[in-house]
């Protein structure tokens, strides 16, 4: 008979309090599991640089974490825009009248010969939103290249839309499933948020897949027909879509606002990559060693900000994310310390009722050692099978609340979703806990005086 | 077998000063006898199966069992030899609740050097006449049942010396006969040798040697009594 059949049995023996004190550890540990895997879903949420397709955000002066938040997530509200003529500095020569590269393409290199050394810029605008009165989602002016050579999208259903049809978006994977929009139904944007006046309908021509970036949950109208709504272009204030007009509406919607009418909330670059020579087989420098000059010129001019967003998301994880994380962190070890204490609670109060099993055990020829273990034993049963079960009910809990997470965050999130840190040190960990709570019980079994216990009526 | 040679043991009183509790010049077993070992309460038979168990320590002597000095080794030597050369039979049986009858054979082999032998652990409930309470907890069976399996369980590790400590005190009459004749025939099956303790004057005649510990204590531990020792 093994020693831990022996500190099994024990537990068995009082089943009423072992199950309370297991189900207190339980409780500790899925309050761990769920707390520790809500973290890690926080801390994807924002943790996105990579996924990105861009490396610098370019917009109005002002806070550099508001450009990161509304450009980047679709959080905040943009304060200013940036001027038309602005965002053509980031475009080589074809795309101007007078045939002279803008200042910064050269950090851009649209027009590369050298397909992979090419970068982007890409314009978006904000200040409309859709949804209903329990969720309202952010709505992006923005061409068709932002799906096509910057994020490389796939869609669920349908395809990105053509820059000629002026009315037409596609929306992310949360909006559609929320508002229950499909290819071929209509969108119909309200200016500054839900309530405000409705714009002209966009037809939905496509679906993005769920990628859990904000893109989930925004809807992208094409740049040219977010530039015709009205009070979205400098001077520009006719009504687009006034009740008995339709050839008028129809002509206006092919009639694209003039450049010197447009703005832009921000710009989406991904930056060349510069250098290099393939003749000589000398790779060129990654678009990443270039951002930082690119930065560092724009911010020298008043005109504008640029930002490098996986900085930014950095700065952003230290303020908010890791301190979210330290105090949960703090909370979930405080809680399985509590759950521990309870372990020793519970062995201690039963040691002066098992002196006597002890003695009984210490005649038959157990050591000293032989007794403490199989009271360390049984503490670290009582913690790892408690542990274990609170495991379990932690990821059931996350299983159950997966649908809501990721409608909310547009994380993907299940039984299975771990937070591995902590996990991967789950079992050792309660090993050391049961050891450290069970070390008091343990040694009173220790002490434990076998010819006067043996005497004393059990 | 045994052998103790001037064992002095007194205990601390509370108000200070010790309390001589044993003080034997000499007592012998030999190998496979049965000896009854009588005397009042309070005169000290428990501490004596107590030092010669080596759970407790005498204060002065020597107790040899199979030419080794138990009162000379230190606590965990002490704790093997008791394992692998001792069996205990309590008054209260001892057996541990959560553990059924099988296992609390088995507990007496998990700390034996031996290794833990379910058939033998088996062949002894049989033997006790027990076979059909094997997965039985403690308190499941009747008194007599309990202390047939603390019996099966003293002799799990194949001791040389049983001890038995009042075994009938908690039985009714009519199975005082059975478990002491249960002990005897076990320990004549196994050739071990044998130290009961009783008050029990029915018990005492059925052996042929009986120490009375009153006669071979000369601590002072008020006054002997004479004749033969009767029940209390």
Wanted: glycine share 10%.
């Amino acid at each position: 008979m093994s020693l831990w059949k022996i500190a099994w049995r024990s537990i068995q023996q009082r089943t009423l309090a072992s199950s309370l004190t297991a189900v207190s550890m339980a409780l500790g540990v899925m309050l761990v599991v769920a707390v520790l895997v809500a973290g890690n879903i926080v801390h994807d949420s924002f943790s996105i640089g990579n996924r990105l397709g861009y490396n610098i955000v370019v917009g109005a002066k002002g806070g550099r974490l508001d450009l990161l938040l509304n450009s980047v997530y679709y959080l905040s509200r943009p304060i200013e825009n940036i001027p038309w003529e602005y965002y053509k500095e980031f475009l080589p020569a074809s795309a101007h009248k007078d045939g002279k590269a803008g200042k910064y393409s050269g950090y851009v290199l649209e027009d590369d010969p050298n397909e992979k050394a090419r970068g982007l810029a890409i314009p978006i605008c904000l200040g409309d939103f859709l949804g209903d009165e329990k969720e309202s989602f952010r709505v992006v002016g923005t061409p068709p290249e932002m799906f096509t050579k910057l994020m490389k999208s796939k869609f669920s259903s349908g395809e990105v839309f053509k820059s000629s049809d002026f009315a037409t978006a596609v929306v992310g994977a949360e909006v559609a499933s929320h508002l229950h929009l499909k290819v071929g139904g209509d969108i119909a944007p309200m200016h500054g948020g839900i309530g405000g006046e409705v714009h002209m309908p966009f037809k939905i021509t496509g679906i993005l897949e769920r990628t859990g970036t904000p893109s989930d949950r925004a809807a992208f109208v094409n740049i040219e027909g977010f530039f015709l709504i009205p009070d979205h272009a400098r001077g520009h204030v006719e009504e687009v879509h006034v009740p008995g007009q339709p050839e008028e509406k129809e002509e206006m919607l092919k009639t694209p606002l003039p450049e010197d009418q447009r703005e832009v909330t921000a710009i989406l670059i991904l930056t060349a990559s510069l250098g290099g020579d393939p003749a000589k087989g000398i790779d060129p420098n990654p678009p990443e060693a270039v951002a930082p000059e690119l930065v560092k010129t724009v911010n020298k001019e008043n005109v504008a900000q640029a930002i490098q967003p996986v900085q930014e998301i950095n700065v952003l994880m230290g303020y908010l994310v890791q301190p979210l994380e330290l105090i949960m962190d703090a909370l979930a070890v405080m809680v399985v310390i509590v759950a521990g204490i309870g372990i020793l609670v519970s062995i201690y109060n039963s040691m002066s009722e098992r002196r006597h099993e002890i003695a009984v055990m210490r005649a038959l020829g157990a050591r000293r050692n032989t007794v403490m273990l199989i009271v360390l034993f049984e503490s670290i049963l009582l913690a790892m099978g408690g542990g274990l079960a609170g495991w379990f009910a932690g990821h059931l809990l996350i299983g159950l609340a997966g649908p809501f997470v990721t409608s909310s965050t547009g994380i993907a999130v299940g039984f299975l979703q771990f937070a591995p840190g902590f996990e991967l040190i789950l079992i050792p960990g309660l090993i050391v806990l049961a050891s450290l709570v069970g070390f008091l019980p343990a040694l009173a079994a220790y002490r434990t005086d076998v010819g006067k216990a043996l005497t004393a009526t059990p | 077998m045994l052998q103790l040679k001037n064992v002095k043991k007194s205990f601390e009183e509370p108000g200070g000063g010790t309390l001589p509790i044993l003080d034997i010049p000499q007592l012998e077993v030999a190998v496979g006898e049965q000896v009854v070992l009588v005397g009042r309460s309070g005169c000290g038979k428990t501490t004596l199966l107590h030092i010669i168990a080596g759970i407790i320590r005498p204060d002065e002597g020597s107790v040899t069992i199979d030419n080794i000095d138990i009162a000379r080794l230190p606590e965990a030597a002490r704790d093997r030899l008791r394992a692998d050369k001792l069996g205990y039979v309590f008054q209260t049986f001892n057996l541990l609740p959560g553990f059924s009858a099988l296992e609390n054979v088995l507990l007496g082999m998990a700390f034996a050097s031996r290794h833990v032998d379910t058939a033998r652990a088996t062949h002894l409930l049989e033997r006790v006449g027990l076979s059909h309470r094997l997965t039985h907890r403690p308190s499941m069976m009747s008194v007599g049942e309990q202390q047939r399996v603390a019996v099966a369980r003293a002799l799990a590790n194949k001791p040389e010396l049983l001890l038995a400590d009042e075994p009938t005190a908690n039985v009714d009459a009519r199975h005082q006969k059975q478990i002491i004749d249960l002990i005897r025939e076990t320990c004549r099956e196994e050739k071990v040798a044998l130290l009961l303790v009783t008050h029990t004057a029915d018990v005492m005649a059925q052996f042929d040697r009986v120490e009375n510990l009153e006669q071979i204590n000369r601590a002072v531990n008020g006054p002997p009594v004479s004749g033969s020792p009767s029940a209390s």
